[in-house]
């Protein structure tokens, strides 16, 4: 059974401070990795994705990738307290059929 | 430009009832897709459909059936709902399978008495 495992929190950041999320998954053939974040009551929306090894930036948003350690990760800079949702790791799994797998999310509360 | 849009937003039914989920998307994309989300156990795909004319069996798909009408609709049917098919229901498109961002609709919420 192919997983993703996150941490289901709620992780309390003080605003400003930075907020970090991990996510590690089974599939070492996975290639695709994406964070989505999802606000109470509403339908998730994609903020990152990421295939290569490293970081990858978009504004306060930064995700790295480790594959030899099957760890994906989403870096919040000078949080808000509009960061507040909950954010969903998702693998693309190394399959022939190629589907999405979605860890069941981390809760993130920014303090103000 | 709507994007992935879903109707109804929220259904009650009792056990035994059937319906019909719509989903329609205006993004001219190949694969669609899906979900249903319960507390605690993230997101948890149904059903998917990779191009029209073909669908799929996802992680739960016991107890439903989905229809790709065309490239743009793709319909989720339960025949006789059950309490444990309570939860919130989304639809997702995606340009290519797997490899793409998936663009998500508002959601059903599905309560079954």
């Known amino acids: 059974q192919k997983e993703v495992e996150q941490n289901s929190g709620p992780l309390s950041v003080p605003e400003g401070a930075i907020a970090s999320l991990n996510c590690t998954y089974s599939d070492r053939g996975s290639q695709s990795f994406f964070w989505y974040r999802q606000y109470s009551g509403k339908s998730p929306e994609l903020i990152m994705s990421?295939?290569?090894?490293g970081d990858k930036e978009d504004g306060r948003f930064t995700a790295q990738l480790n594959k030899a350690s099957q760890y994906v990760s989403l870096l919040i800079r000078d949080s808000q307290p509009s960061d507040s949702a909950t954010y969903l790791c998702?693998?693309?799994?190394?399959?022939?059929?190629?589907?999405?797998?979605f860890g069941k999310g981390t809760r993130l509360h920014i303090l103000p | 430009n709507a994007g992935v849009t879903q109707t109804p937003k929220f259904q009650v039914l009792k056990t035994g009832q059937s319906m019909t989920l719509q989903c329609a998307q205006d993004?001219?994309?190949?694969?669609m897709y899906w979900y249903r989300q319960d507390p605690g156990m993230g997101l948890r795909l149904i059903y998917y459909?990779?191009?029209?004319?073909?669908?799929d069996k996802g992680e739960v798909p016991n107890g439903y059936n989905v229809s790709r009408l065309n490239k743009r609709e793709f319909s989720l049917r339960l025949e006789s709902a059950a309490p444990s098919q309570t939860s919130v229901y989304f639809c997702?498109?995606?340009?290519?399978?797997?490899?793409?961002?998936?663009?998500f609709g508002p959601g059903t919420r599905l309560t079954v008495l």
């Open positions: 990421i295939y290569s090894n």
């Open positions: 459909s990779a191009s029209e004319g073909t669908t």
């Open positions: 993004m001219n994309h190949n694969s």
């Open positions: 997702a498109s995606s340009a290519r399978e797997g490899t793409d961002t998936q663009y």
């Open positions: 998702a693998v693309q799994t190394g399959n022939r059929d190629d589907k999405i797998i």
